[in-house]
């Protein structure tokens, strides 16, 4: 027999399983600066994360910034701002050019640094790198890091990436995933 407290758990996660917009995992912690790219001015009628752009200094942990699509104007891009500060080496950008191609799955890595505070202490962070982007159509962007660390992979059936959340100073620390419903297949309504 289910206790109220599993009921209320199951009711829960059913419907998560069931919004429109669905927010992933937390990858890495930070105090630093917040981002949410959806607050740009020009971010409206749900636009999705199309590219990017990785940056590098000379240590092998990138920042990115993010490009996105809207579903009623697919010919303008909106960009963010670009997270962290590693933007000297180079810069190697990837969009998913697709019709209709969405990503459905990310992966990347969360590594240990140990970076000098401006008060002369070290201390330990936690830095997301190698982002990875898998599409619908089976495409996936290409690794700009081979740095080890813990990996992390999302990816919500039935759901599309929509955007991008996180904070960040020197390098991207924390990044959470923001997930769109997708036209359901054997219904007559239209998520997106």
Same mark, same amino acid.
């Given at each position: 027999? &289910?206790?109220?407290? $599993? %009921?209320?758990?199951?009711?829960?996660?059913?419907? @998560? %399983?069931?919004?429109?917009?669905?927010?992933?995992?937390?990858?890495?912690? !930070? $105090?630093?600066?917040?981002?949410?790219?959806?607050?740009?001015?020009?971010? %409206?009628?749900?636009?999705?994360?199309?590219?990017?752009? #990785? &940056?590098?200094?000379?240590?092998?942990?990138? !920042?990115?910034?993010?490009? =996105?699509?809207?579903?009623?104007?697919?010919?303008?891009?909106?960009?963010?701002?670009?997270?962290?500060?590693?933007?000297?080496?180079? %810069?190697?950008?990837?969009?998913?050019?697709?019709? *209709?191609?969405?990503?459905?799955?990310?992966?990347?890595?969360?590594? @240990?640094?140990?970076?000098? !505070?401006? *008060?002369? +202490?070290? &201390?330990?962070?936690?830095?997301?790198?190698?982002?990875?982007?898998?599409s *619908?159509?089976?495409?996936?962007?290409?690794? =700009?890091?081979?740095?080890?660390?813990?990996?992390? $992979?999302?990816? =919500?059936?039935?759901? +599309?990436?929509g955007?991008?959340?996180?904070?960040? #100073?020197?390098?991207?620390?924390?990044? &959470?995933?923001?997930?769109?419903?997708?036209?359901? +297949?054997n219904?007559?309504?239209?998520y997106?």
């Open positions: 027999m &289910q206790t109220q407290l $599993n %009921k209320t758990v199951n009711l829960l996660n059913n419907e @998560k %399983k069931n919004s429109f917009v669905l927010s992933g995992q937390i990858f890495g912690h !930070s $105090n630093e600066k917040s981002f949410d790219d959806s607050l740009a001015a020009d971010f %409206k009628y749900l636009p999705y994360l199309n590219g990017f752009c #990785a &940056q590098d200094n000379d240590d092998g942990l990138e !920042s990115y910034q993010f490009f =996105y699509l809207s579903p009623l104007n697919e010919k303008q891009i909106i960009e963010s701002d670009v997270h962290g500060n590693q933007t000297k080496n180079f %810069k190697k950008k990837f969009d998913f050019s697709g019709k *209709n191609e969405r990503i459905i799955q990310v992966q990347g890595r969360l590594v @240990k640094k140990s970076v000098s !505070s401006s *008060n002369g +202490t070290n &201390q330990t962070i936690s830095v997301i790198t190698g982002l990875e982007f898998i *619908n159509e089976g495409r996936v962007s290409p690794l =700009y890091s081979d740095e080890l660390g813990e990996e992390f $992979n999302e990816q =919500y059936d039935g759901y +599309t990436l955007y991008v959340t996180g904070r960040s #100073a020197q390098y991207i620390e924390q990044l &959470q995933f923001i997930w769109y419903r997708t036209k359901e +297949t219904s007559d309504e239209d997106l």
